[in-house]
C-alpha cells in the first residue's frame, strides 16, 4: 500500500460527460502528480500541484483541468469526454525537496471508460 | 511525449536467470529512476540514481548510469516469477520543471 487514496477506482461515463477523479497523497506529502496511461501514449505527465500551487504542466487539454485543496487532496476535473479520453489516470504525490523529484508514490489509479 | 526510450520492449526468461533492461533519454537529468508496473495497478518505485552516481545496487537489482551516452541499465539477478511486471525508467529532467518523463517500459515474463 502505497499510502496514496485514488477514488473512484473505476468510472464509465458517456461522450460529452464531466467526471472528478479525486486524490488523497500520502500524509506529509506536499506535491501531488496526474499521469494518464494508455496503450497507445503510455505514461504522460498531465500536471503537478505543490502546496496547492500549480507547479508544472504537460500536454494536458484544456477540457482538463486540476485544483490542489488546503487540506493537499487533489482532483482531476475531465469535461466534455470524447472516447480517446479512456485510460488509466494516476495520481502521486511526493516531498517536493526543491532538489530535482524524488521518488514518486503511486496510488492504484482510476480506469476511466468513455462509452 | 517520452523523454525515455526502453529497449527491448518485451523480455521473456527463465526464473534463475538475469534480467537487463535498457534505457536512453535525451536530455539532461537531475536523477533516473526505475518502476515497476504489474498488470494495470500501480508503479512502484524500485531505485533512484542521481547524475553523479555511476551505479547503484538495492537487494537483487543493479542500476547503472552512462551520462555520456544518456543511457541507464537495469539488471535483475536471480529472477522469479513475481518478477513478472512491466519495467518503467523515468527522468527528471533539468530543464523540464518539477515532473518525471517515463519511458515506454519493458514487459518482463519470468516462465517458472
Known amino acids: 500500500d502505497s499510502g496514496v487514496t485514488q477514488t473512484p477506482k473505476h468510472l464509465i461515463t458517456a461522450t460529452g460527460q464531466r467526471v472528478t477523479l479525486r486524490c488523497s497523497p500520502r500524509?506529509?506529502?506536499?506535491?501531488v502528480y496526474w499521469y494518464q496511461q494508455s496503450l497507445d501514449q503510455g505514461l504522460q505527465f498531465l500536471i503537478q500541484y505543490y502546496n496547492g500551487e500549480e507547479r508544472a504542466k504537460g500536454n494536458i487539454l484544456e477540457r482538463f483541468s486540476a485544483q490542489q485543496f488546503p487540506d493537499l487532496h487533489s482532483e482531476l476535473n475531465l469535461s466534455s469526454l470524447e472516447l480517446g479520453d479512456s485510460a488509466l489516470y494516476f495520481c502521486?504525490?511526493?516531498?517536493?525537496?526543491?532538489?530535482?523529484?524524488?521518488?514518486?508514490?503511486f496510488g492504484s489509479g482510476t480506469q476511466l471508460s468513455v462509452l | 511525449s517520452q523523454q525515455g526510450e526502453e529497449d527491448p520492449q518485451a523480455l521473456s526468461i527463465q526464473e534463475g536467470e538475469n534480467a537487463t533492461m535498457n534505457c536512453s533519454y535525451k536530455t539532461s537529468i537531475n536523477n533516473l529512476q526505475w518502476y515497476r508496473q504489474n498488470s494495470g495497478r500501480g508503479l512502484v518505485h524500485l531505485i533512484l540514481?542521481?547524475?553523479?552516481?555511476r551505479e547503484k545496487h538495492s537487494g537483487r537489482l543493479r542500476v547503472t548510469l552512462d551520462t555520456s551516452k544518456k543511457s541507464s541499465s537495469l539488471l535483475i539477478t536471480a529472477s522469479r516469477a513475481a518478477d513478472t511486471a512491466s519495467y518503467f525508467c523515468a527522468t527528471d529532467e533539468v530543464t523540464s520543471g518539477s515532473r518525471l518523463t517515463f519511458g515506454e517500459g519493458t514487459q518482463l515474463t519470468v516462465n517458472p
Open positions: 540514481i542521481r547524475s553523479n552516481e
Open positions: 502521486a504525490s511526493s516531498v517536493a525537496s526543491g532538489q530535482g523529484v524524488e521518488k514518486l508514490f
Open positions: 500524509s506529509g506529502d506536499l506535491s
